[in-house]
């Protein structure tokens, strides 16, 4: 059993699908049996104790726990789903909200009838998981929306999400031409701001920076590596005020944690955070770009490229953390220096 007290935020980032947990439908059911020790915390001094495994080769899934006063938040994410619960301290469902990734503009909303304990009901969810028919790790999340949708005594309901695209340009591309400069696509101020975001993340520009060396077949190839960083606005979505934190975080794909730096919130009815006015929020998908050139004589015959893809949030109330999304790679030799250099020498 995980102590509580002062503890207001879990969570777990997971790099191999179900490396480290075999049933994110168990961990719900921790989740609401943890739920047992109340904690005097207020919205305006979270406290935040944090656990993070992370392997940023892998598309990363997300299970993170925040506490404030006497309400409960889980976060889900994985390649295809969001998902965000919210529990008060007896175990019973606040409302639940839902989204495909590739959808940016409907979620769906589950909230009870009437009082619905959560741990009697997936409990009993539970034992059908234990079932030789069900064995698959990779429906967890269905699950748990499974769990919603197939319950009596919750009410279903599809939300439209208000967004624009108004002031998103086009997205530009990686300007491999000219990797020894920064690369700041449509760089206003705020897509600066994006970009510092995953410098505090990454680490600054590097240029043209000498690793090492090797000879191959009487040929020596000297790798260099350059870092560097990009971001453009890819949606605005509107945010209403009153709305709960759960519907929040799932409206803009990240943790309840990191909503609160760009919607001020305040405490509901039942203790429930929501937003405390109206906010346009705007995602500038944002890159730290990675290359390790080798050179042999006076030409470079031979690149290897490793991008970090992820997002970061802005509004009039602050910009967000950068939230990792994905990884993108020309090939599998980037960790390997020597044999980034053994296929440039073998192309010069």
């Excluded at 007290?5 to 059911?29: A, D, P, Q, T």
């Excluded at 619905?116 to 269905?142: A, G, P, Q, R, V």
């Excluded at 960083?229 to 943790?255: E, Q």
């Amino acid at each position: 059993m995980m102590d509580c007290n002062n503890k207001c935020l879990v969570s777990i980032f997971i790099g191999e699908r179900g490396k480290y947990m075999k049933k994110i439908i168990c961990l719900l059911l921790a989740f609401v049996m943890l739920i047992s020790v109340p904690v005097p915390t207020f919205a305006q001094n979270i406290e935040i104790d944090q656990m993070n495994i992370m392997d940023e080769n892998n598309d990363l899934d997300s299970f993170e726990i925040i506490q404030i006063g006497n309400i409960y938040y889980m976060y889900l994410e994985n390649n295809e789903d969001i998902v965000c619960i919210t529990v008060n301290s007896e175990g019973n469902l606040v409302n639940a909200y839902s989204r495909k990734q590739n959808i940016e503009d409907k979620m769906l909303e589950y909230k009870p009838k009437s009082t619905l304990n959560l741990e009697e009901s997936i409990l009993h969810t539970n034992k059908l998981l234990n079932n030789e028919e069900s064995k698959s790790i990779d429906t967890d999340i269905n699950n748990i929306l499974d769990l919603f949708n197939n319950n009596d005594f919750i009410e279903t309901r599809e939300i439209n999400i208000e967004t624009s695209y108004e002031g998103v340009l086009d997205s530009g591309s990686r300007k491999d031409e000219n990797l020894n400069s920064e690369i700041s696509l449509l760089n206003s101020g705020e897509s600066s701001k994006a970009i510092r975001k995953a410098k505090n993340r990454y680490g600054n520009t590097v240029l043209n920076k000498y690793l090492t060396k090797g000879t191959y077949k009487g040929r020596t190839g000297y790798l260099y590596y350059t870092r560097t960083f990009g971001a453009y606005r890819t949606i605005n979505k509107y945010v209403a005020a009153g709305l709960a934190l759960s519907a929040i975080s799932v409206m803009l794909g990240i943790p309840p944690v990191g909503v609160k730096q760009v919607v001020a919130l305040v405490a509901g009815a039942g203790g429930t955070l929501v937003s405390l006015k109206a906010e346009t929020v705007r995602k500038y998908k944002t890159t730290c770009y990675n290359c390790k050139e080798v050179k042999v004589g006076s030409i470079y015959p031979y690149r290897s490229l490793k991008d970090y893809v992820g997002e970061v949030l802005i509004s009039s109330t602050g910009v967000s953390d950068f939230y990792y999304k994905k990884t993108k790679t020309s090939d599998n030799l980037y960790n390997n220096n020597s044999a980034i250099i053994k296929r440039g020498c073998e192309l010069y």
